[in-house]
């Protein structure tokens, strides 16, 4: 596969489809007004129509309406919306807010933000598998909580909560829940007609929609308020002109995504699973076996760095994630799997395989003996390691 | 021109340009991986590089470093982390921010916001022609002065300010300077070597960029805090995996722009202007006849309500602007009419026009006869001009 690049990485899921830019086209080229009120001209109407229009295709995917959806730059401007909003439009002044200890950084951060602001903040802990208990969140939840934001599956080892109990305890005490389905939507079923969510953040570019298309549910009555201030689009809730050619790819995203689709991902995902536990000692799986997001693996290859890893996957042109966090310039380990119980050596050694319409099986055999030899080589040299697997491979 | 559409509104400026998209293209299909650290994965560090040549071509133009700009989700997000972000990374406690009166929504909110919050705000009044008097920010700048936001030009009447006077003067008592520049960069010079500004506001979309593209320029040892919360994405000033593709087509589309192809909507104006002036009496230009903005004219035709004239003009295929606010769905006259002393009737007499890359004079022959019946006709019908116009046109 010479010069060929592998994306297990989160590109995987992110790669524009063809489809998607043709279906933004017409917005670009034909139907390009800013969109204007009804009782403007004609251009500024079907420019208006359009919008609304993919705001209903994402509603619909949610079992909600067209105008409880509010377009954003990306999930993590809908969940800073979801809390900080929330908290603004909340009457109590000194009020309380849950999550769990293991969401992506939009709400962790926010929800820090909101702690170094005077607010009361509860991180819930989880099991080993990454999930949050109800008794843990019924304990911790308060008359004086404004909202509890559980995420809808993990970013990093994937792990499903039981979104609708979480949900219908945190109802039962009049709080708002939001959800950050990023990962989840179209991919995992949710239905605000069983779910009693009150937000929930989506993005486009987890299926391979347009990056900065990002939305927020926002169910009718919800009280919230914008927190960046301009003109009075997306129901007077997210100023700026709108960006109708990404909410169209955005809806056009949704729409290509099909249940066979995502099941073929999770069969990808166990057949790498599988084939590593077969070919790879020392091997741990990180969040649980079921239950777990479709086109997510995380596992951890124990007396090796990650980091290392990826860098000798790069030789051989397959990208991969490190469960590390990366992103954040620091050498600390994953949140995640530190959440879970594990230790900075699982932390450090783990990896993160993510699966989109473009992966195949082929990828997986190319990659799997890869991967073998370079866990072996790097054993050998570590000298943690060395002695346990001295001789071997 | 039956069936033809011609876009005189906003949307003239907005329409992307094929090339812009064919920029695109690459990182959407080919190089699409997340950008990542100078220590991971080839894939990823193209992207970052890719993302940072984007940086550069922006900054270039202003003849700034491309780590000094800051790609956003557009120019309202730019104003807000400008204005908010500024304030934030402030020391001073209960600080002063000085913004002219005229400023657009998202400078103008964003300083309201602060207002409820405690600080204090002073709106400088502009004259007749919309421009901010020097003395008048001497007058209101002081020691607590944490920032002063006075765009570049106006988004309505194109009066193009003194702004390396009002950088300058604000420097001289070290409170920091924004500008709007959503309206002007590309079209109008502005040099970070000349003018002492430490943010400015620049937006994609409004030179055929793609919409949901923004950056702010930041000078170097800016205090600025980020107003969203999530990674550490854009030198941690604003979080979100980057879109990249919309940062490379903001970019082609800066280089796309040349200072004769603004010369050329100069002149479109300017016959524009000349034409209604000699074939339409009673009518106003809006702002200065000079040092205003090459794409824009705003004139108010008196006796006749702006919104009536768009609807008909709309039945020709011709959108354009009224310049009431009709995107704030209120009835209210424009804040910017109003604050260079016009009256009401002015105001809500007003049209806006805006010339962008896809017009051309034929329009021009076009749309001023058209206009000229249906003003004469809306005037017929005024009960307060009946008697002016009767038995003319």
């Known amino acids: 596969m010479g010069g060929k690049k592998v994306y297990l990485d989160n590109s995987a899921a992110t790669r524009l489809d063809e489809r998607v830019l043709e279906a933004m086209r ?3 080229f034909e139907n390009y007004a800013v969109a204007t009120s009804e009782f403007a001209y004609t251009q500024g109407i079907e420019a208006r129509e359009t919008l609304d229009s993919a705001r209903g295709v994402i509603g619909g995917y949610l079992g909600a309406a067209g105008d409880e959806i509010i377009f954003t730059s990306g999930s993590t401007e809908s969940s800073n919306l979801a809390l900080l909003g929330a908290v603004k439009a909340s009457r109590k002044k000194s009020g309380h807010i849950i999550v769990s200890a293991i969401e992506d950084f939009p709400v962790l951060n926010s929800a820090k933000a909101l702690e170094k602001q005077g607010y009361k903040v509860t991180y819930l802990p989880v099991d080993k598998e990454g999930f949050v208990g109800a008794d843990d ?6 008359d004086d909580t404004i909202i509890v934001s559980i995420q809808h599956a993990n970013q990093e080892i994937g792990t499903i909560q039981e979104i609708k109990t979480l949900a219908e305890i945190t109802k039962e005490k009049a ?6 389905a990023t990962h989840t939507f179209r991919r995992v079923r949710l239905d605000v007609s069983e779910v009693p969510a009150d937000l929930i953040t989506m993005s486009g570019h987890t299926i391979h929609g347009p990056r900065g298309a990002g939305a927020l549910y926002v ?8 927190i960046l201030h301009g003109g009075f689009q997306e129901f007077d809730l997210r100023p700026g002109v709108e960006d109708i050619a990404s909410a169209v790819g955005f809806a056009a995203a949704a729409s290509l995504v099909t249940d066979g689709e995502t099941a073929g991902l999770a069969s990808l995902r166990d057949a790498l699973t599988e084939k590593v536990f077969r070919e790879i000692p020392e091997v741990t799986l990180n969040g ?3 239950r777990r997001l479709p086109q997510n693996a995380n596992i951890t290859f124990h007396y090796v760095e990650g980091e290392t890893v990826t860098l000798h996957l790069d030789m051989h042109g397959i990208a991969v994630s490190t469960g590390s966090a990366c992103f954040s310039k620091s050498l600390e380990g994953s949140h995640v799997i530190m959440g879970i119980g594990g230790n900075h050596e699982r932390a450090h050694g783990s990896i993160r395989f993510t699966f989109g ?6 990828e997986i055999d190319y990659l799997v003996p890869v ?5 072996e080589q790097l054993r050998k040299l570590s000298p943690i390691a060395a002695d346990k697997f001295k001789g071997k491979g």
Do not use: E, Q, W
């Not at 969140?137 to 308060?142: D, E, V």
């Not at 709080?175 to 950050?180: C, E, K, P, R, S």
């Open 26 to 28: 017409p917005v670009y």
């Open 137 to 142: 969140l019924k304990r911790a939840i308060t």
């Open 175 to 180: 709080a708002l829940f939001h959800t950050d």
């Open 219 to 226: 169910r009718k009555k919800t009280p919230l308020k914008k």
């Open 288 to 290: 649980p076996k079921d």
């Open 357 to 362: 319409r473009f992966n195949s099986a082929d």
């Open 371 to 375: 991967l073998k030899k370079i866990v």
